[in-house]
């Protein structure tokens, strides 16, 4: 429903009446400063939207971009009957938008709209298949997993959504995933008909009513079809889409273009089939004597098959692993000893469909089938580099998932260059994509990601910032501290503890220490944490040991602290006010030149007369770069100082690219402690 004010104005005006001193959101929140880079981002997203083109919009922190983009492509959405789809690459951005952002809107919005978030079809639960569940308990679950699925199905009778995020007690994975919707077992037949009580069905037609849709990236492109380059559309006919945190958008979409497969994996779904140990599997409830031994069998060779690729890839040095990826090269470079079990187990699974004792019990039965034969064509390409049909077109590698002798092992690929794809099939015309960031430029240019992208036409926009940095941030270099180095490892890590704690006291406490490397983290940790606990200060760390949102919880809440985090604190945290006063970056964010990943790029940029360290290595760190010193300044009122413990931001002639990508401030180059 459109309301009467809107019809008497049109998108400009109204925007021009939302953002305005004294418009509607300055009547509606309180403390409500006008800002001219919010109302300048979105008339750029409604210009983008009725030429229907696509732009890079980057919106430094503070712009206020979420309602930026937001108001106007609501309007835009209701007035021509689209959808907006807003993706974005953290939990905390969803939240932010699905839970604070758009309810807000809704009160003041002068248009009604309908927003929702869309979950993985996996997070739902499956009436029907938790009924099977429990009718096959004693073919499927071992008791203690017996006394999960009662719980489950006790939940079910009270939750209102369905979705795993309700509940709250811990879950079995094994058991979820026998109950939760699951590709071609939860069909539209089966499940979608008119009134089913089937929780991801009902989702999805409430879905189809939103004018809203918030995903994140790996859905997206877990859900978007490659389609004709003048098709329009992505999730819908009808939709454009605002990709936010658009920095990241490059690497989710290159892992769902070329999937992983590991030992594990193969193992778990096998499991699923039959479990000798146990007795256990879907298999149970079908005449399947003559296959068990076969699916024990090949649970056996999967095993030795990735026992092989790690004897024969990986070199101990010491008694160590020398580095947990081993490229591969050679098209054919080891035998496909699984294939003929893999096609073997398929033919024997597709001749139980007569058995079937109804359409569900099928549908489970199709889905192993299409499963093992996308692992079947997985390994297969992995060992013949299939998609190699140009050179080098793309990387293969095998990696471990730790340096323990029993972990994992996972074949992987990757496409060197997205570039070709996004052109033909996200910078179509007469589609729109908005992709915003704080941080999408290096340099204060465009031109790398635009090329990544191969958005080479596409329109940007840069805003300014609304903070001043030279009043709200001061940043601290020592010329004169250690370099790592293999020679000198210990004396590095001394050296860098003491300049850690040089800071930390600084503003006692209030820290975010940011790592690129975990064996350092936890050198400087233990031979700082005690001097700290004497100061009253509590170290908090990122080791596994507790999750990111929790970590991020308690250091908010205790000012007295300090957070050493690794790469997933580099972006996407906000934590205003007095607990983070401090910033301390390590080491100037490169990449590690020898992941085969980082490996093929630099030498496709190289093959194609490119500077690889220029053209991929240095905009990459900067990128990092910027997103890490953005954790600290998160609104007008913080005030804060920067230390920079890596002399070659001052020493190097790429330095001056890392200080020209980030907002002018006072620097102060200090000798010694």
Known sequence: MVSKEMKQMDIEDNIDNFFAEGGILSRSYDNFEYRHPQEEMSKAVLRTLKERSHIFIEAPTGVGKSFAYLVPAIFYAKQNKKKVIVSTHTI???????????????????????????????????????????????????????????KIHEWAKRTKDGTRSD????????????????????????CGYEGTNCFYYKARKEINDADVIIVNHHLFFTLFDRISEDAEGYLYKNDFVIFDEAQTVEAVATEHIAPTLSREMIKYHLLRLYNQRTKKGFLLDLPSLHIQPGITNLIEMNHYFFFDLRKNLFTMNGGRLEKLTSRIYEK??????????????????????????????ENELNEYVTRFTEFNYILDEFITQKNNTKDDEYVYWVELSSRRPESNVSICSSPVDVSEYFKKNIFRPNNTTIFTSATLTVNNSFDYIKTRLGADNVAHVKLESPFDFNSQVKIFIPSNILAPSKEHNELYIENLKDWIYHFIKITNGKALVLFTNSF????????????????????????GTASRSALLKYFKHNVNSVLF?????????????????????????????????????????????????LDYSLPEAILKFRQGIGRLIRSKSDKGIIAILDNRIIKKFYGKYFFNSIEECEIEIIDDI
């Open 92 to 150: 905390n951005l969803q939240e932010q938008l699905i839970n604070k952002d758009i309810p807000f809107l809704k009160k003041i919005f002068p248009v009604e709209f309908k927003a929702m978030l869309l979950k993985g079809r996996k997070n739902y639960l499956c009436p029907r298949r938790l009924a099977r569940a429990l009718d096959s308990m004693n073919n499927l679950f071992e008791s203690d997993e017996q006394l999960e699925l009662e």
């Open 167 to 190: 509940i709250n007690f811990k879950i079995n994975e094994n058991v979820w995933n026998l109950v939760c919707s699951e590709r071609g077992i939860c069909t539209q037949k089966t």
């Open 332 to 361: 054919g470079f080891t035998e496909n000893t699984l294939k003929p079990e893999f096609e073997k187990l398929l033919d024997q699974l597709r001749s139980l469909r007569l058995a079937c004792k109804n359409e569900y019990q």
């Open 520 to 543: 350092i983290l936890n050198n400087v940790a233990e031979n700082i944490r005690e001097v700290l606990m004497e100061n009253e200060i509590e170290l908090l760390k990122q080791d």
């Open 565 to 613: 985090g690794l790469d997933s604190f580099w972006m996407g945290i906000d934590v205003p006010g007095d607990s983070l006063s401090n910033l301390i970056i390590t080491r100037l964010p490169f990449q590690v030149p020898d992941h085969p990943v980082v490996q093929a790029k630099m030498e496709f940029i190289e093959r194609n007369g490119g500077n690889s360290f």
